[in-house]
């Protein structure tokens, strides 16, 4: 079956950490989306890429990095620059046009320790 | 810019009974989607229906349908029969035109069915 495989479920990260957050999609979408979501709000966007070896800034990308060297692979990386990044994060993909949805992964919770 | 609002924080219907989710949204975009996603507590999002801005009639889904008022900018979502699993967030959501297809999320409606 086709989808979004985001891993894993739920990370704890230190003061000071880098932590990674994956996401790989075997839909062959061009695009790719990465969302956070805090309790009781809505998605906000971090980063996006429609097309390999190329990603723009969303409305939150302070203290996030990302990379797009493979079609299917999108991670997320939550640098020690991000003070506050307790969240839910959830990453899409979709293809071409306007009128397809959005295809959204199980997403990953993030807590700090 | 894009804005989705969504005015009802959350609402509280009886099993069996029709439902409106209220959406209003705001674009100077000619051409755009609007969608509505539903999310469990699990966390998922599930795309539920879409709405085109050129559409002529209004998008409908199995119990699902969307109330569609270009003029009003509205995008409101309409369940019938509700049933106790549809107890979730709602999320509406507009994606613009080419060179903006970014999706803008409104803050959601928390729905909770009583039996």
Same mark, same amino acid.
Not at chain 1, 1 to 6: L, V, Y
Not at chain 1, 42 to 66: H, M, P, T, W
Not at chain 2, 2 to 11: N, R, S, V, W
Not at chain 2, 96 to 104: A, I
């Given at each position: 079956?086709?989808?979004?495989?985001?891993s894993?479920?739920?990370?704890?990260?230190?003061?000071?950490?880098?932590?990674?957050?994956?996401?790989?999609?075997?839909l062959?979408h061009?695009?790719?989306?990465?969302y956070?979501? #805090?309790p009781?709000?809505?998605?906000?966007?971090?980063?996006?890429?429609?097309?390999?070896?190329?990603?723009?800034?969303?409305?939150?990308?302070?203290?996030?990095?990302?990379?797009?060297?493979k079609?299917?692979?999108?991670?997320?990386?939550?640098?020690?620059?991000?003070?506050?990044?307790?969240?839910?994060?959830?990453?899409?993909?979709?293809?071409g046009p306007?009128?397809?949805?959005?295809?959204?992964? #199980?997403?990953?919770?993030?807590?700090i320790? | 810019?894009?804005?989705?609002?969504?005015?009802?924080?959350? !609402?509280f219907?009886?099993?069996?009974?029709?439902?409106?989710?209220?959406?209003?949204?705001?674009?100077? #975009?000619?051409?755009?989607?609007?969608?509505?996603?539903?999310?469990?507590?699990?966390?998922?999002?599930?795309?539920?229906?879409?709405?085109?801005?050129? #559409?002529?009639?209004?998008?409908?889904?199995?119990?699902?349908?969307?109330?569609?008022?270009?003029?009003?900018?509205?995008?409101?979502?309409?369940?019938?029969?509700?049933?106790?699993?549809?107890?979730? !967030?709602?999320?509406?959501? !507009?994606r613009?035109?080419?060179?903006?297809?970014?999706?803008?999320f409104?803050?959601?409606?928390?729905?909770?069915?009583?039996?």
């Open positions: 079956d086709g989808g979004i495989t985001q894993p479920k739920y990370l704890f990260r230190k003061e000071g950490q880098n932590v990674t957050l994956s996401c790989e999609q075997n062959n061009d695009a790719m989306y990465w956070r979501q #805090d009781g709000q809505g998605l906000r966007l971090i980063y996006y890429s429609q097309i390999v070896n190329d990603f723009q800034k969303g409305d939150i990308a302070e203290g996030y990095s990302v990379s797009r060297e079609k299917e692979s999108f991670p997320l990386t939550v640098t020690s620059a991000q003070k506050n990044p307790t969240a839910f994060y959830l990453c899409a993909s979709t293809q306007t009128v397809e949805p959005q295809h959204f992964g #199980d997403g990953t919770r993030l807590s320790l | 810019a894009q804005k989705i609002t969504q005015t009802q924080p959350g !609402m219907v009886q099993e069996k009974e029709a439902v409106t989710l209220d959406c209003t949204y705001d674009t100077s #975009d000619q051409s755009y989607g609007l969608f509505w996603y539903k999310q469990p507590s699990s966390g998922e999002m599930i795309f539920l229906i879409y709405q085109g801005s050129y #559409d002529e009639q209004n998008a409908t889904e199995g119990r699902y349908s969307l109330n569609f008022q270009k003029a009003r900018k509205s995008a409101n979502l309409v369940i019938s029969a509700s049933q106790l699993g549809d107890s979730a !967030m709602y999320f509406c959501a !507009m613009g035109d080419f060179g903006n297809e970014k999706l803008t409104g803050t959601g409606t928390r729905l909770t069915i009583i039996p």
